[in-house]
């Protein structure tokens, strides 16, 4: 089970899960979201998360703040969007907003019928010169028939967002600014279960339960670093796998204390042992940082003790291990359960050095990667020629 996103629709929800591409059974919000029922928020028409423990739902002219950790309506709730969210009045979106989504760089958007406008974050109020006119700057949304209006939309964590209308969607690229081509296409058939869940023809709002504070994976040994690690930057969410040249964990350990090259988690398949050393909200320190800042691109990075050159050989039950480490971490940030890459050994890295990514590809890659595939680690070819089928599936 991977991180999950909640679609919204007439009284009820589903849990769409990222990580198995599927969706569960319906339930009816009252009873299930505490405190939205009561405050008159069962059909709620936008939701955003603004990752620090809060959730944002958008009902008419009012807005209920959610406590992610709780589980329930912060007390207090509703109030008035108006005089609460500095612009919104001013841009005639008071009264009511159609989406919301946080863009993941400091920026939150509110759509309203044919407009939109930028929300800064950090400052608490809408940027100048808003509202703005969805034609002409989103590109592909016009072309696509929802320049007249977005239902509902969220991002994705891996550098995509998702708009909604209708009984249509598209994937919007971040970094490029632009739909994807081949959109729009219909939820049903698309979205495991939604059609299925009556969520087919409408989805009336999204939003994703990150709440970018703390997170220590339940079961794992805690062990904090010695040395704080980068904040992350605002780019897709990615893991990589590293492997510590070295039979024990001990030993492992004690060089990063002598180094301060820390990865997230260190872990020992012949003993099961999961150490942890950063939050998976805060970036490691095991990346060089040659060519860019590689440790602050929200990279969950796993220290597997092991020789990379042994890696093809590894029996099953160590694959096993590492896949259940995988999964609990994809259960708790939105890294997508897939790499794309080819994992080589020592000769094939040294005669494939297109296998490495650039600068570019690694700011837009989202997954699951080696050391060998990061750029500037020119002398790295770990894990090896590791069974990432076997680990992601």
């Known amino acids: 089970m991977g991180t999950g996103v909640y679609f919204f629709h007439a009284g009820q929800y589903v849990r769409y899960d990222r990580g198995d591409d599927a969706s569960g059974d319906p339930n009816p919000v009252a009873g299930n979201w505490h405190g939205l029922a009561e405050a008159g928020f069962s059909q709620p028409d936008a939701a955003v998360n603004l990752e620090a423990g809060k959730l944002y739902f958008f ?83 016009s072309e696509a028939g ?4 977005v239902d509902a939309a969220v991002n994705w964590g891996n550098g995509k967002a998702f708009f909604f209308n209708g009984s249509n969607y598209l994937r919007y690229d971040i970094a490029a600014d ?8 219909a939820i049903a058939g698309n979205w495991p279960g939604l059609n299925e869940a009556g969520f087919g023809a409408s989805v009336r709002a999204v939003v994703d339960l990150f709440d970018g504070r703390d997170v220590w994976l339940p079961n794992a040994e805690r062990m904090p670093a010695t040395k704080a690690g980068p904040e992350y930057l605002p780019l897709p969410w990615r893991g990589v796998l590293h492997t510590t040249e070295g039979p024990t964990i001990d030993g492992a350990l004690q060089q990063f204390r002598a180094t301060n090259f820390w990865p997230t988690l260190t872990i020992e398949p012949n003993t099961f042992r999961v150490v942890q050393h950063y939050s998976l909200s805060a970036g490691a320190r095991a990346l060089s940082d040659a ?16 020789s990379a050159a042994e890696t093809p050989n590894w029996a099953p039950e160590k694959l ?15 890294i997508p359960r897939a ?28 997954g699951w990667c080696g050391h060998q595939h990061v750029p500037g680690e020119l002398s790295r070819w770990d894990p090896g020629a590791i069974d990432i089928a076997t680990i992601l599936g």
Not at 178 to 185: I, K, Q, R, V
């Open 146 to 149: 929802f320049a007249s209006g």
């Open 178 to 185: 632009g739909t994807e081509s081949g959109y729009p296409l």
């Open 59 to 141: 009902q008419g002219a009012q807005y209920a703040r959610y406590d992610v950790a709780a589980d329930a309506v912060d007390s207090g709730y509703p109030l008035a969007s108006a005089g609460n969210w500095p612009g919104l009045n001013e841009a005639g979106f008071a009264s009511g907003v159609d989406a919301a989504v946080n863009w993941g760089n400091g920026k939150l958007f509110f759509f309203k019928g044919p407009n939109y406008l930028r929300y800064d974050i950090a400052t608490d109020a809408s940027d100048s010169g808003y509202p703005l006119a969805v034609a002409g700057n989103w590109p592909g949304l």
């Open 320 to 334: 096993a291990f590492i896949r259940e480490v995988v999964r609990d971490i994809d259960s708790l940030v939105p």
């Open 291 to 306: 060519a860019t800042p590689e440790n602050a691109a929200r990279c969950v990075q796993i220290e597997i003790v092991g």
């Open 339 to 366: 790499s794309g890459l080819t994992f080589l050994d020592a000769a094939g890295v040294s005669s494939h050095p297109g296998n490495r990514m650039s600068v570019a590809d690694w700011n837009r890659f989202s």
